[in-house]
Structure formats: structure tokens, C-alpha cells
């Protein structure tokens, strides 16, 4: 018997050493599941993080990019007024003292004016502000006058496209209606 209880706590102490084994193999396994469920939340993370700052990134750069349009639209305008028959001409009289054929040039002394900015500039430098500012109000007069055109023509079409659509309904009302009459024949 005694033999026989020996057994029986040898394989008591088995069972327990099977079970203290499985569950530290449990144990460890929890562990790797934890730790790479870790690892895949920080790299998830990290790539909203990174997405988030690639969106503001983005949107930095639409902005500039949308600045620097406007100010290339804005150069090409002065430039288009610049290159203008008119404001050469008008140069020419003012910096160059050039004259028509039938005109007389009358040179003043130099007198100094206050600008908008409050700086002194000489009655040459104002008048060329002057021209250049009503140059630069006529183009955008005109950009003024071809968006109101544009404007114009888009709702006219608009109105054309619905009036055929309509004309089209009545149109197909028209023809079910003789072949009604037909059919009553």
C-alpha cells in the first residue's frame, strides 16, 4: 500500500508539475499576444500620428500654393499693364520727357509731395502711382465686366437646357396622346 501511495503522490506531484508547466506555457504565451498587440497599437499610433501631420503638411502647402497663384495672377496683370502702349507712353512723357510731335514740354522745378504712406516723393513719382493705380483699375474693371458676361451666358445656356427639356416632355405628351387615337382606329 505504501507502494501504492507513493504512486498515487508521484502522480499527484505529475499532475500538478503538467499543470504548473501548462499554465506557465500559458502564461508566456498571454505575454507574446500582449506584447505584439502592443507593438501593433503603437505602430497604429504612430501612423495616425504621422497621417495627421502629413494632413496639416497638405493643407500648409494648398495654402501657400493658393498664395503664390494669386500673386503670379497679380503679377501677370501689372505685368499686362506694364507692357501696355498706354503706360509706355505715358513713361516716356514722364521719365524720359519725350513729346508728341505737336506738343510743348514744360519742365517744373522739383516739389516734393507727401504720399499715402506718408513719405515724401517728388509730383513725377505720384503722378506714375496715379497712373499705374488707374491702370490697374481698368483691368480689373474689365476682369469685372468679362466674369459679369460669363456669368450672363452660363445662366442663359442654364435657361436654354431647361426649356428644351421641358419642350421634350411636352413634346413626347404630344405623341402618346396620337397614338391613342390611333390605336382607337
Known sequence: MDNEKKKLKEAKKGAVTKYRRKK?????????VLVVA????VYFVGSAIKIVNLNMERKAVEKENKELQEEVEELNQRL???SSKEYMESLARKRLRLVGSNEILYILPEVRAKGEDGEYMTVEEALMESVIDEYEQKAAD?????EKADDAKSEESGDEAS??????DSSDGGETSESSEESGD
Do not use: Y
Open 142 to 146: 474689365e476682369k469685372k465686366d468679362d
Open 163 to 168: 426649356d428644351s427639356s421641358e419642350a421634350g
Open 24 to 32: 506557465k506555457k500559458i502564461n508566456v504565451f498571454r505575454l507574446i
Open 80 to 82: 499686362e499693364i506694364v
Open 38 to 41: 502592443a507593438i501593433v497599437i
